[in-house]
């Protein structure tokens, strides 16, 4: 194993050397790799981290001369990287809460894996894709990627085979993982990158029809559905929530004003019937939904811990779990039969009717919540700043979609909103940046709409 591992750092050093451009290809194609891991002199380290070490020294041996150059010449006008002062300080209060932390060590992994080597990523992809067409081969790139980990989640599903957990195996409850070790992550990894598959798609259904379109169009419709199919067979409902609700918002960004204040007007009222008349109804639901009472009790669970001992700073990164125990609920008293009289009886019934409700709790890694998941790992400073990251990816897909109406680039930008949107409403109750890969998307699809807005601030001094 290690010698396949060598070899083939030494075959992607030599392909760095040639083109940097492909390498990068290589590295979003293969974000799952990240689960192929190993040491190098007693230190951990995985195929990915490798690959993106490996890409940051070639992209600084190949510019440093222009980089030092920079540096040096005050008097040459710069243009600001998008996002540089977030950066600087999600860098800063993650670098903060290494020394935070009850492990040192284990806080020194994730920073590297989840804030350093993302964001350097992030300068390299802006430095080195500048144009439409690297743009598409990075959307065709990751899309490749999506249909490797749906077609093998798929594979599972019919079969049943490399889901190593029983209870998921189990064919009546049959729940694929893909290459991942749990099946919400199957939804969190493919979620984001179906609407830029989709945005592609649609943008070159738009185009002039040619040989080569046909079969492109083929591959992006396949890794679509696949992908859809997949996050189904992994029952992440937050999963398919987040990537239905996103398409369904994009679509509505697209429709002429009129039919936008009827459909708005219709929700209200909808909605406003619902809260009323079916209140009683949908408390009733969300009891008898064990993932929301979980996390429920999660939420209250961290904000007790937050309030008493990390208000401020947070508890660190990778310290969640050791933390929060002393506030921890080893269990609950969950209504698994959708009983509306369930408080009463929990209350007058004998110790079996309770123990037959009783829901034993673990400790997981994070609380399942984006703005809580910053918030305890790099402070209440560093969570409201990566929340107000993705508000102004958010406002920059939009501007983006309104001046480019009346062309197809429109829907490029619709994707990239769309892929936005997934993540923030998959993180509502799920964990969509703190992964390898996870954190490499997430500023991958940031780093896009930067070289968006370079292209633009280009254009803009060149007008005046």
């Given at each position: 194993m290690n010698i396949l591992i060598l070899l083939y750092f030494l075959f992607f050093a030599f392909l760095s050397h040639l083109n940097l451009k492909?390498?990068?290809?290589?590295?979003?194609?293969?974000?799952?790799?990240?689960?192929?891991?190993?040491?190098?002199?007693?230190?951990?380290t995985n195929l990915l981290e490798l690959m993106v070490l490996t890409v940051t020294l070639f992209f600084v041996l190949k510019n440093y001369k222009k980089i030092f150059k920079n540096l040096k010449d005050k008097r040459e006008e710069k243009q600001a990287y998008p996002f540089s002062w977030e950066i600087v300080i999600i860098l800063t209060m993650a670098f903060v809460s290494v020394f935070i932390s009850s492990s040192l060590t284990s806080a020194l992994g994730i920073f590297k894996a989840y804030f350093l080597e993302p964001i350097l990523l992030f300068i390299i992809i802006v430095n080195t894709f500048r144009s439409d067409r690297d743009i598409k081969k990075i959307i065709y790139t990751i899309s490749a990627s999506a249909l490797?980990?749906?077609?093998?989640?798929?594979?599972?599903k019919i079969t049943g085979q490399f889901i190593f957990n029983e209870f998921w195996a189990n064919e009546e409850n049959r729940r694929v993982v893909s290459f991942f070790g749990y099946p919400n992550a199957v939804a969190l990894y493919l979620g984001p990158l179906i609407p830029?598959?989709?945005?592609?798609?649609?943008?070159?259904?738009?185009e002039k029809a040619s040989f080569f379109s046909f079969f492109e169009q083929l591959f992006l419709f396949v890794c679509i559905v696949s992908s859809f199919l997949a996050i189904y067979f992994s029952k992440s409902k937050g999963g398919l929530i987040a990537v239905s609700l996103s398409i369904l918002i994009s679509v509505f960004i697209l429709i002429k004003k009129k039919y936008k204040i009827l459909?708005?007007?219709?929700?209200?009222?909808?909605?406003?019937?619902?809260?009323?008349?079916?209140?009683?109804l949908i408390d009733l639901k969300l009891s008898s939904s064990l993932s929301y009472q979980i996390r429920l009790t999660q939420w209250e669970e961290t904000m007790e811990m937050l309030k008493k001992e990390g208000l401020i700073f947070g508890v660190g990164l990778a310290s969640y779990q050791e933390r929060v125990e002393a506030y921890h609920?080893?269990?609950?008293?969950?209504?698994?039969?959708?009983?509306?009289?369930?408080?009463?009886?929990?209350?007058?019934?004998?110790?079996?009717?309770?123990?037959?409700?009783?829901?034993?709790l673990e400790i997981y890694l994070y609380p399942h919540n984006i703005f809580l998941n910053f918030w305890t790992e790099i402070g209440i400073i560093g969570a409201i700043t990566f929340i107000f990251l993705i508000f102004k990816l958010l406002y920059m897909s939009v501007r983006h979609i309104i001046k480019n109406k009346n062309n197809k680039e429109k829907y490029i930008f619709l994707g990239l909103f769309s892929s936005v949107l997934v993540i923030l409403i998959h993180g509502m109750f799920d964990v969509p940046y703190f992964k390898n890969d996870l954190s490499i998307i997430f500023w991958l699809i940031a780093s896009l709409l930067a070289i968006y807005q370079?292209?633009?601030n280009k254009k803009w001094k060149k007008k005046t």
């Open positions: 492909t390498s990068i290809l290589v590295i979003l194609f293969a974000l799952p790799s990240y689960l192929i891991r190993f040491s190098i002199l007693s230190i951990p490797i980990v749906s077609l093998f989640a798929i594979w599972q830029l598959s989709l945005a592609l798609f649609i943008q070159r259904t738009k459909i708005l007007t219709i929700l209200i009222i909808t909605s406003s019937f619902l809260f009323y008349a079916k209140k009683d609920q080893e269990g609950i008293f969950f209504n698994k039969d959708a009983d509306p009289d369930f408080k009463r009886k929990i209350v007058i019934f004998d110790d079996k009717y309770r123990a037959q409700r009783w829901q034993p370079l292209k633009d």
